[in-house]
Protein backbone atom coordinates (compact mmCIF):
# COMPACT_ATOMS: atom_id res chain seq x y z
CA UNK A 1 0.00 0.00 0.00
CA UNK A 2 1.08 3.39 -0.77
CA UNK A 3 2.82 5.20 2.32
CA UNK A 4 1.03 8.25 3.56
CA UNK A 5 2.55 11.84 3.02
CA UNK A 6 4.62 12.70 6.27
CA UNK A 7 4.08 15.39 8.70
CA UNK A 8 6.09 16.44 11.13
CA UNK A 9 3.52 17.74 14.11
CA UNK A 10 5.57 19.37 16.31
CA UNK A 11 2.73 21.04 17.87
CA UNK A 12 2.18 19.38 21.76
CA UNK A 13 -0.16 16.59 20.35
CA UNK A 14 -1.88 14.99 18.75
CA UNK A 15 1.56 13.51 17.53
CA UNK A 16 3.21 12.06 14.44
CA UNK A 17 2.35 8.43 13.77
CA UNK A 18 3.76 5.72 11.70
CA UNK A 19 2.17 4.64 8.60
CA UNK A 20 1.22 1.24 10.54
CA UNK A 21 -0.53 3.22 12.96
CA UNK A 22 -2.34 5.11 10.42
CA UNK A 23 -3.19 1.92 8.12
CA UNK A 24 -4.85 -0.39 10.68
CA UNK A 25 -7.48 1.44 10.83
CA UNK A 26 -8.55 0.36 7.76
CA UNK A 27 -10.33 -2.87 9.24
CA UNK A 28 -13.97 -4.15 8.40
CA UNK A 29 -16.96 -2.62 9.99
CA UNK A 30 -17.66 -3.98 13.05
CA UNK A 31 -20.29 -3.48 15.65
CA UNK A 32 -18.86 -2.21 18.58
CA UNK A 33 -21.37 -4.21 20.66
CA UNK A 34 -19.81 -7.69 19.38
CA UNK A 35 -17.62 -9.88 21.87
CA UNK A 36 -14.40 -9.70 19.42
CA UNK A 37 -14.38 -5.71 19.66
CA UNK A 38 -14.63 -6.00 23.44
CA UNK A 39 -12.10 -7.96 23.68
CA UNK A 40 -9.99 -5.29 21.99
CA UNK A 41 -11.12 -3.26 24.49
CA UNK A 42 -10.43 -5.13 27.12
CA UNK A 43 -6.74 -5.75 25.77
CA UNK A 44 -5.64 -2.28 25.24
CA UNK A 45 -7.49 -1.29 28.88
CA UNK A 46 -5.14 -3.90 30.04
CA UNK A 47 -1.84 -2.67 28.46
CA UNK A 48 -2.72 0.85 29.39
CA UNK A 49 -2.75 -0.09 33.32
CA UNK A 50 0.40 -2.02 32.79
CA UNK A 51 2.54 0.79 32.17
CA UNK A 52 1.92 2.68 34.99
CA UNK A 53 0.51 -0.11 37.72
CA UNK A 54 -0.23 -3.66 38.14
CA UNK A 55 -3.09 -4.74 36.35
CA UNK A 56 -4.97 -6.62 39.42
CA UNK A 57 -5.33 -3.65 41.38
CA UNK A 58 -5.86 -1.24 38.79
CA UNK A 59 -7.66 -0.74 36.18
CA UNK A 60 -7.98 1.50 33.00
CA UNK A 61 -11.83 3.10 31.87
CA UNK A 62 -11.87 3.97 28.70
CA UNK A 63 -13.55 6.88 26.75
CA UNK A 64 -14.43 8.46 23.67
CA UNK A 65 -13.00 11.99 23.73
CA UNK A 66 -10.48 14.25 23.91
CA UNK A 67 -7.78 14.13 27.06
CA UNK A 68 -10.30 16.86 28.54
CA UNK A 69 -13.04 14.34 28.75
CA UNK A 70 -10.91 12.13 30.99
CA UNK A 71 -9.95 15.09 33.54
CA UNK A 72 -13.21 16.12 33.48
CA UNK A 73 -14.41 12.88 34.26
CA UNK A 74 -12.20 12.46 37.26
CA UNK A 75 -12.81 15.77 38.74
CA UNK A 76 -16.65 15.79 38.23
CA UNK A 77 -16.89 11.86 39.63
CA UNK A 78 -14.51 11.42 42.70
CA UNK A 79 -15.75 14.19 44.73
CA UNK A 80 -18.61 13.72 47.60
CA UNK A 81 -20.33 17.03 48.50
CA UNK A 82 -18.31 17.64 51.14
CA UNK A 83 -14.71 17.00 49.47
CA UNK A 84 -12.60 19.98 48.77
CA UNK A 85 -9.93 19.53 46.38
CA UNK A 86 -6.81 21.74 46.10
CA UNK A 87 -5.75 22.50 42.87
CA UNK A 88 -2.06 23.23 41.66
CA UNK A 89 -2.44 25.94 38.67
CA UNK A 90 1.20 26.38 37.27
CA UNK A 91 0.40 26.50 33.33
CA UNK A 92 -2.47 26.32 31.51
CA UNK A 93 -3.85 23.00 32.29
CA UNK A 94 -3.91 23.28 35.98
CA UNK A 95 -6.13 26.50 35.02
CA UNK A 96 -8.46 24.53 33.21
CA UNK A 97 -8.97 21.73 36.08
CA UNK A 98 -9.95 25.01 38.45
CA UNK A 99 -12.26 25.96 35.64
CA UNK A 100 -13.91 22.19 35.42
CA UNK A 101 -13.91 22.64 39.04
CA UNK A 102 -15.98 26.11 39.00
CA UNK A 103 -18.39 24.19 36.44
CA UNK A 104 -19.04 21.32 38.07
CA UNK A 105 -19.96 23.51 41.22
CA UNK A 106 -16.92 21.89 43.64
CA UNK A 107 -15.15 23.02 46.73
CA UNK A 108 -11.84 23.73 45.36
CA UNK A 109 -8.42 25.67 46.65
CA UNK A 110 -6.32 27.02 43.98
CA UNK A 111 -2.58 27.05 45.23
CA UNK A 112 -0.39 28.89 42.36
CA UNK A 113 2.62 28.30 41.39
CA UNK A 114 5.53 29.77 38.93
CA UNK A 115 4.76 27.89 35.37
CA UNK A 116 8.59 27.93 34.95
CA UNK A 117 9.84 26.50 38.41
CA UNK A 118 9.62 23.75 40.49
CA UNK A 119 7.03 23.21 42.68
CA UNK A 120 7.62 24.88 46.67
CA UNK A 121 6.62 21.76 48.22
CA UNK A 122 6.76 23.55 51.43
CA UNK A 123 4.64 26.40 50.81
CA UNK A 124 1.93 23.92 49.21
CA UNK A 125 1.83 21.52 52.63
CA UNK A 126 1.14 25.41 54.52
CA UNK A 127 -1.64 25.92 52.03
CA UNK A 128 -3.16 23.00 53.10
CA UNK A 129 -2.12 23.45 56.87
CA UNK A 130 -3.84 26.65 56.58
CA UNK A 131 -7.37 25.87 54.51
CA UNK A 132 -9.36 25.52 57.54
CA UNK A 133 -10.96 22.64 56.09
CA UNK A 134 -10.03 18.76 55.68
CA UNK A 135 -8.86 18.92 52.47
CA UNK A 136 -9.70 14.95 50.55
CA UNK A 137 -7.90 15.82 47.01
CA UNK A 138 -5.32 17.48 45.40
CA UNK A 139 -5.30 17.45 41.86
CA UNK A 140 -2.22 18.44 39.71
CA UNK A 141 -0.78 18.78 36.30
CA UNK A 142 2.49 15.84 35.56
CA UNK A 143 3.70 17.50 32.85
CA UNK A 144 2.42 20.61 32.04
CA UNK A 145 2.19 21.15 28.31
CA UNK A 146 2.17 25.17 28.62
CA UNK A 147 5.85 25.53 29.24
CA UNK A 148 7.02 21.73 29.26
CA UNK A 149 7.61 22.09 33.44
CA UNK A 150 7.52 18.60 34.72
CA UNK A 151 6.09 18.87 38.45
CA UNK A 152 7.41 16.25 40.86
CA UNK A 153 4.46 13.69 41.50
CA UNK A 154 6.24 11.51 43.83
CA UNK A 155 7.03 14.23 46.34
CA UNK A 156 3.82 15.60 45.81
CA UNK A 157 2.34 11.62 46.26
CA UNK A 158 4.42 11.99 49.46
CA UNK A 159 2.84 15.14 51.09
CA UNK A 160 -0.85 13.60 50.03
CA UNK A 161 -0.30 10.46 51.94
CA UNK A 162 0.91 11.98 55.28
CA UNK A 163 -2.06 14.42 54.92
CA UNK A 164 -4.20 11.66 53.66
CA UNK A 165 -5.14 13.17 50.81
CA UNK A 166 -6.36 11.68 47.30
CA UNK A 167 -4.19 12.73 44.18
CA UNK A 168 -5.24 13.30 41.07
CA UNK A 169 -2.84 13.53 38.23
CA UNK A 170 -3.62 14.77 35.03
CA UNK A 171 -0.59 13.04 32.67
CA UNK A 172 -1.74 13.64 29.36
CA UNK A 173 1.74 14.75 28.07
CA UNK A 174 4.23 12.55 30.10
CA UNK A 175 1.91 9.16 29.91
CA UNK A 176 4.03 6.24 27.78
CA UNK A 177 7.71 8.33 28.32
CA UNK A 178 8.61 10.02 31.59
CA UNK A 179 8.47 6.69 33.93
CA UNK A 180 4.74 6.90 36.16
CA UNK A 181 4.47 4.01 38.94
CA UNK A 182 0.90 4.82 40.67
CA UNK A 183 1.41 2.99 43.84
CA UNK A 184 4.78 3.73 44.77
CA UNK A 185 4.32 7.47 43.99
CA UNK A 186 0.89 7.80 46.14
CA UNK A 187 -1.21 8.69 42.59
CA UNK A 188 -5.40 7.11 42.94
CA UNK A 189 -6.69 8.26 39.87
CA UNK A 190 -4.29 9.41 36.51
CA UNK A 191 -5.68 10.55 32.81
CA UNK A 192 -4.32 10.36 29.82
CA UNK A 193 -4.72 9.91 26.09
CA UNK A 194 -4.16 8.37 22.51
CA UNK A 195 -2.69 11.14 20.43
CA UNK A 196 0.61 12.14 22.46
CA UNK A 197 3.61 9.70 23.51
CA UNK A 198 1.63 6.77 22.96
CA UNK A 199 1.82 7.88 18.94
CA UNK A 200 -1.99 6.88 18.61
CA UNK A 201 -4.65 8.80 16.81
CA UNK A 202 -7.01 11.95 18.68
CA UNK A 203 -10.32 10.10 19.81
CA UNK A 204 -9.74 7.74 23.00
CA UNK A 205 -8.98 9.42 26.64
CA UNK A 206 -8.62 7.07 29.69
CA UNK A 207 -8.52 7.37 33.45
CA UNK A 208 -6.45 4.67 35.60
CA UNK A 209 -7.50 4.37 38.99
CA UNK A 210 -7.22 1.46 41.79
CA UNK A 211 -10.32 -1.38 41.30
CA UNK A 212 -10.94 -0.12 45.33
CA UNK A 213 -11.28 3.36 44.85
CA UNK A 214 -13.70 2.88 41.73
CA UNK A 215 -16.18 0.43 43.48
CA UNK A 216 -15.94 3.31 46.06
CA UNK A 217 -17.21 5.72 43.45
CA UNK A 218 -20.73 3.67 43.53
CA UNK A 219 -21.81 5.83 46.75
CA UNK A 220 -21.11 9.10 45.54
CA UNK A 221 -23.88 11.31 43.45
CA UNK A 222 -23.49 11.20 40.14
CA UNK A 223 -23.02 14.92 38.76
CA UNK A 224 -22.82 14.50 34.72
CA UNK A 225 -23.85 11.34 32.46
CA UNK A 226 -21.57 10.46 29.71
CA UNK A 227 -18.60 10.91 32.00
CA UNK A 228 -19.39 9.30 35.21
CA UNK A 229 -16.29 7.14 35.51
CA UNK A 230 -18.13 4.93 37.79
CA UNK A 231 -20.82 3.90 35.25
CA UNK A 232 -18.47 3.25 32.61
CA UNK A 233 -16.03 1.57 34.71
CA UNK A 234 -18.90 -0.94 35.97
CA UNK A 235 -20.48 -1.32 32.61
CA UNK A 236 -17.62 -2.38 30.99
CA UNK A 237 -16.67 -4.65 33.76
CA UNK A 238 -20.14 -6.37 33.51
CA UNK A 239 -20.19 -5.69 29.80
CA UNK A 240 -17.35 -5.65 27.93
CA UNK A 241 -18.22 -2.57 26.16
CA UNK A 242 -19.06 1.09 26.46
CA UNK A 243 -21.70 2.80 28.06
CA UNK A 244 -22.28 4.20 24.13
CA UNK A 245 -20.70 3.93 20.78
CA UNK A 246 -16.65 3.88 21.21
CA UNK A 247 -14.42 5.45 18.26
CA UNK A 248 -14.22 2.07 17.02
CA UNK A 249 -11.11 2.63 14.32
CA UNK A 250 -9.41 5.02 16.70
CA UNK A 251 -9.49 2.18 19.17
CA UNK A 252 -7.75 -0.11 16.70
CA UNK A 253 -5.18 2.26 15.75
CA UNK A 254 -4.60 2.68 19.53
CA UNK A 255 -3.80 -0.89 19.74
CA UNK A 256 -1.50 -0.89 17.13
CA UNK A 257 0.04 1.87 18.90
CA UNK A 258 0.11 -0.15 22.28
CA UNK A 259 2.15 -2.84 20.11
CA UNK A 260 4.49 -0.26 18.80
CA UNK A 261 5.10 0.96 22.05
CA UNK A 262 6.13 -2.41 23.21
CA UNK A 263 8.34 -3.16 20.72
CA UNK A 264 10.17 0.27 21.12
CA UNK A 265 10.00 0.43 25.19
CA UNK A 266 8.79 3.23 27.36
CA UNK A 267 12.20 4.07 28.32
CA UNK A 268 13.79 3.89 25.02
CA UNK A 269 10.80 5.94 23.75
CA UNK A 270 11.72 8.92 26.10
CA UNK A 271 15.41 8.46 25.40
CA UNK A 272 14.09 9.12 21.80
CA UNK A 273 12.12 12.00 22.65
CA UNK A 274 15.40 13.66 25.04
CA UNK A 275 17.65 12.85 22.05
CA UNK A 276 15.26 15.25 20.15
CA UNK A 277 14.82 17.86 22.81
CA UNK A 278 18.90 17.97 23.36
CA UNK A 279 19.46 18.72 19.08
CA UNK A 280 16.27 21.36 19.67
CA UNK A 281 18.24 22.76 22.80
CA UNK A 282 21.42 23.15 21.45
CA UNK A 283 19.58 24.66 17.63
CA UNK A 284 17.46 27.03 19.39
CA UNK A 285 20.40 28.11 21.47
CA UNK A 286 23.04 28.48 18.32
CA UNK A 287 20.61 30.76 16.78
CA UNK A 288 19.96 33.06 19.63
CA UNK A 289 16.38 31.93 20.78
CA UNK A 290 15.77 31.12 24.73
CA UNK A 291 13.71 28.66 26.81
CA UNK A 292 11.47 29.02 29.84
CA UNK A 293 11.98 25.88 32.30
CA UNK A 294 15.25 25.04 33.38
CA UNK A 295 16.72 21.79 32.47
CA UNK A 296 16.60 20.55 36.01
CA UNK A 297 12.95 20.97 35.87
CA UNK A 298 12.17 20.24 32.24
CA UNK A 299 10.31 17.56 30.74
CA UNK A 300 11.97 17.33 27.73
CA UNK A 301 8.77 16.61 25.52
CA UNK A 302 7.64 20.26 25.18
CA UNK A 303 9.60 23.29 25.09
CA UNK A 304 8.12 27.02 25.58
CA UNK A 305 10.47 29.04 23.47
CA UNK A 306 10.35 32.92 23.56
CA UNK A 307 9.82 34.37 20.21
CA UNK A 308 12.64 36.86 18.61
CA UNK A 309 13.08 40.37 19.53
CA UNK A 310 12.41 41.56 15.88
CA UNK A 311 9.96 43.83 14.57
CA UNK A 312 9.51 41.70 11.86
CA UNK A 313 8.37 38.54 13.71
CA UNK A 314 4.80 37.69 13.07
CA UNK A 315 3.75 33.70 14.74
CA UNK A 316 1.24 33.58 12.63
CA UNK A 317 3.86 33.87 9.55
CA UNK A 318 6.00 31.90 10.87
CA UNK A 319 3.63 29.13 11.97
CA UNK A 320 2.15 29.44 7.59
CA UNK A 321 5.90 29.23 6.58
CA UNK A 322 6.55 26.11 8.47
CA UNK A 323 3.20 24.10 7.51
CA UNK A 324 3.68 24.68 3.39
CA UNK A 325 7.12 22.84 4.40
CA UNK A 326 5.19 20.37 6.15
CA UNK A 327 6.37 21.05 9.48
CA UNK A 328 3.35 22.31 12.57
CA UNK A 329 4.21 24.17 15.39
CA UNK A 330 2.06 25.65 17.83
CA UNK A 331 1.49 29.26 19.98
CA UNK A 332 2.35 29.18 23.23
CA UNK A 333 -0.40 29.48 26.19
CA UNK A 334 1.36 32.24 28.94
CA UNK A 335 -0.37 35.66 29.24
CA UNK A 336 2.75 37.39 30.47
CA UNK A 337 5.23 36.47 27.69
CA UNK A 338 5.22 35.59 24.00
CA UNK A 339 6.16 32.17 23.08
CA UNK A 340 5.78 29.57 20.97
CA UNK A 341 5.76 25.94 21.79
CA UNK A 342 7.90 23.02 19.87
CA UNK A 343 7.15 19.18 20.88
CA UNK A 344 9.48 16.37 20.70
CA UNK A 345 6.76 14.14 21.34
CA UNK A 346 5.67 11.54 18.56
CA UNK A 347 7.17 9.10 15.62
CA UNK A 348 9.66 11.44 14.92
CA UNK A 349 13.55 11.69 15.54
CA UNK A 350 16.46 14.57 16.19
CA UNK A 351 17.08 14.12 12.09
CA UNK A 352 13.26 15.79 11.99
CA UNK A 353 14.13 18.49 15.00
CA UNK A 354 17.48 19.22 12.49
CA UNK A 355 15.18 20.01 9.53
CA UNK A 356 13.13 22.51 12.01
CA UNK A 357 16.21 24.12 13.01
CA UNK A 358 17.50 24.58 9.28
CA UNK A 359 14.23 26.21 8.07
CA UNK A 360 13.82 28.44 11.19
CA UNK A 361 17.51 29.19 11.25
CA UNK A 362 16.30 30.48 7.05
CA UNK A 363 13.17 32.46 8.07
CA UNK A 364 15.07 34.04 11.12
CA UNK A 365 17.61 35.48 8.55
CA UNK A 366 14.48 36.40 6.11
CA UNK A 367 13.17 38.90 8.80
CA UNK A 368 16.69 39.96 9.54
CA UNK A 369 16.81 38.73 13.32
CA UNK A 370 20.10 39.15 14.74
CA UNK A 371 21.48 37.29 17.81
CA UNK A 372 22.66 39.13 20.55
CA UNK A 373 25.90 38.66 22.12
CA UNK A 374 24.14 38.26 25.77
CA UNK A 375 22.03 35.50 24.25
CA UNK A 376 24.85 33.02 23.33
CA UNK A 377 25.48 31.50 27.65
CA UNK A 378 25.56 28.09 27.97
CA UNK A 379 22.46 26.03 27.47
CA UNK A 380 20.94 24.95 30.30
CA UNK A 381 20.73 28.43 32.28
CA UNK A 382 18.12 30.01 34.38
CA UNK A 383 16.14 32.09 31.53
Known sequence: ?????????????????????????????????????????AYVSTELTRLVAD????????????????????ISSVLAEQDVVVVINNG???????????????????????????????ALEGFIQASGRAISHLAVVHHETTTGLLNDIKAIGELCSRYRIDMIV?????????????????????????????????????????????ESLK????????????????????????????PVQTLYALKQAIEELKREGVQERYERYVNSWTTLIHGITRLGLTYLVPDQYH????????EPDCAAFR???????????????????????????????GDIAYQDIETFLQRLGHYLQSIGFVKREEETGDVGDKR
Open 1 to 41: MQAVKRNILLNPGPATTSDSVKLSQVVPDICPREPEFGDLM
Open 55 to 74: PDQYTTVLFGGSGTAAVESM
Open 92 to 122: AYGKRICEIAEACGLHYLEFKSPSDDAIDLA
Open 170 to 214: DAMSSFAAVPIQMMEMNVRYLAASSNKNLQGMAGVSFVVAEKGKL
Open 219 to 246: YKKPRNYYLNLYAQYKYFSEHRQMRFTP
Open 299 to 306: GKIVTSIL
Open 315 to 345: FQEMHDYFYSEGITIYPGKLDRLNTFRIATM
